[in-house]
């Protein structure tokens, strides 16, 4: 986790995990330190592979977390969702 210091306090990155919506109407999930720079990434076919052939992307959903650890491990389980339960999560939020 890279540790951030200005002026005199300590300000620690956060981890997010995210879906987006392709325009092929699919879901994408992912996870970042920087969620305003992956999602432009994203849309400007930088991203991840699957996301280049279907942008644009709109992001519907993320997630907050203090270390890498607990945001791998939440992508990990948001991606074995079904398509129905993934938006049943989206809708909630």
Not at 23 to 44: F, V
Not at 65 to 76: G, T
Not at 78 to 88: G, H, N
């Amino acid at each position: 986790m890279k540790n951030i210091v200005k002026d005199d306090i300590l300000f620690m990155d956060k981890h997010y995990v995210y879906i987006l919506k392709c325009k092929d109407n699919s879901l994408y999930t992912g996870w970042t330190t920087d969620i305003e720079k992956r999602l432009k990434a994203h849309n400007s076919g930088k991203g991840a592979k699957y996301t280049k052939s279907r942008k644009p992307v709109e992001l519907v959903y993320k997630e907050e977390f203090d270390n890498k650890s607990d945001a791998l491990r939440r992508e990990a389980a948001i991606k074995s969702l079904t398509r129905k339960q993934k938006l049943a999560l989206i809708n909630k939020h």
